[in-house]
């Protein structure tokens, strides 16, 4: 094999082996790689900020009814195909917005310590769509033994949908992690 061949094929390796790299990396930055519970922007689906979360881990959405000015708490699960179980609600005053009982026949209604429960709740969603307060600014997200104000990352007054989504390494280093 004469020079000009063997710099043609070593030329040739080096590009095929570029590419394949290249290829590489792009399928690693955008394949879908991390679980996680998404508030994306109602009409763009622009992703505002997201929490790394397992199948089968709880959060609870925490805030003060607009009316009564009472906490409200529903408690959520992450359940099998990306889905959303509620399991409780949680409130302190049965005025206007508030169930005065449980709504389905398995659920049951409880009352501990002046609050109000409704437990064995099963309504499944693939998605809770939400308006942040911007009367009053109280939207809190509870997992893992902490809690986000959900004002420090999204503005008062917006429309989100809120989703369990894998993320890819981009949509992670783009979006905001309210872990840290």
């Known amino acids: 094999m004469n020079r000009a061949n063997a710099f043609f094929i070593s030329k040739k390796f080096w590009i095929i082996s570029c590419c394949i790299l290249a290829f590489l990396v792009l399928l ?7 679980k996680t519970l ?12 997201y ?9 609870q959405l925490e805030y003060t009814h607009s009316i009564h000015r009472s906490t409200v708490i529903d408690t959520y ?11 409780t609600l949680q409130y302190e005053d049965m005025a206007i917005g508030m169930p005065s009982g449980a709504l389905f026949e398995e659920e049951t209604f409880v009352e501990k310590d002046g ?6 709740m099963n309504r499944v969603f693939p998605s809770i769509n939400l308006s942040t307060s911007q009367v009053v600014v109280s939207h809190k997200l509870n997992v893992r033994n902490n809690q986000y104000e959900l004002h420090e990352y ?3 007054g917006s429309f989100i ?10 949509q992670l280093m783009k979006g905001v992690n309210m872990n840290g």
């Open 154 to 156: 999204i503005a008062p």
């Open 28 to 34: 690693f930055v955008f394949m879908p790689i991390k």
């Open 51 to 59: 929490v790394p979360i397992e199948e089968g881990q709880s959060f």
């Open 115 to 120: 609050k109000y429960f409704i437990e064995n």
């Open 38 to 49: 998404t508030f994306q922007d109602l009409y763009s689906g622009e992703i505002l900020a």
């Open 77 to 87: 699960k992450i359940i099998s195909d990306n889905r959303i179980q509620q399991t």
């Open 161 to 170: 949908t809120i989703e369990v989504r894998k993320l890819t390494i981009f």
